[in-house]
């Protein structure tokens, strides 16, 4: 166990919905990841958050969106959903935002979009 | 521009050793890590470098050469459960502008 929460678990949604993904980092981790991982493919990093704020952004859509709140717990938003969007959603947290910090990952949301 | 190669796919048979490797190409190197990921399954941790050389944990084993953008993960005495994927990612650092790159895994197949 990580130490890293994601909920829910399995988020079943059709084409066009909007679904929120919540995570909660470790404790004492103030920078929160959201990585997609599509069937067989490699993990593609999304965006970074530390303490509140926007750190990096990699390949997120324009439809997706995400916000770390003062609790240090994130929600990544996902709208207008496609078929291409079912995935795993992994959020990582990391201690610090410069340095040598390793990311620990949490279970991960498996959204299907019917 | 930054790129990390890793063969897609090994088998080894269980008792062996294997060696996975990845060799990187990036202008601000800032550290390599290796993760194992189970499918389906989160990653999840196995080592960090960033000097040269061989660091040792147990049965895993993963040596960096920076001159060269070489590393490698070796996995001794291999057990069933060691069949995963297993990801390298390089610590890419540009002025204050800091990314992990994700190789896409090595999938290693233990057999009886």
């Known amino acids: 166990d990580s130490g890293v929460t994601q909920t829910p678990k399995h988020l079943i949604t059709a084409t066009g919905q909007r679904v929120t993904l919540r995570c909660s980092p470790r404790s004492g981790d103030l920078s929160v990841y959201w990585y997609q991982q599509s069937l067989d493919q490699g993990l593609q990093f999304l965006i970074q958050?530390?303490?509140?704020?926007?750190?990096a952004k990699g390949n997120i859509l324009e439809r997706f969106s995400a916000q770390q709140f003062p609790d240090l717990h994130s929600e990544l938003n996902l709208s207008s959903l496609e078929l291409g969007d079912s995935a795993l959603y992994f959020c990582?947290?990391?201690?610090?935002?410069?340095?040598?910090?390793?990311?620990?990952f949490g279970p991960g949301t498996r959204l299907t979009v019917l | 521009g930054q790129n990390i190669d890793q063969p897609t796919e090994m088998t080894a048979t269980e008792g062996a050793i294997v060696q996975i490797n990845c060799t990187y190409q990036?202008?601000?190197?800032?550290?390599l890590f290796w993760y194992q990921q189970h499918a389906g399954e989160a990653p999840t941790f196995l080592s960090y470098?960033?000097l040269d050389g061989l660091e040792e944990k147990g049965r895993f084993s993963s040596f960096l050469s920076r001159s060269k953008g070489y590393s490698y993960l070796l996995l001794k005495e291999l057990q069933m459960k060691d069949s995963a994927s297993y990801l390298c990612a390089v610590i890419h650092h540009a002025g204050n502008n800091r990314k992990l790159i994700w190789g896409l895994g090595t999938s290693l197949a233990v057999n009886p």
């Open positions: 470098n960033v």
């Open positions: 958050y530390y303490n509140g704020e926007e750190r």
């Open positions: 990036t202008s601000g190197f800032n550290g």
């Open positions: 990582a947290s990391s201690v610090e935002l410069a340095g040598t910090d390793t990311q620990y």
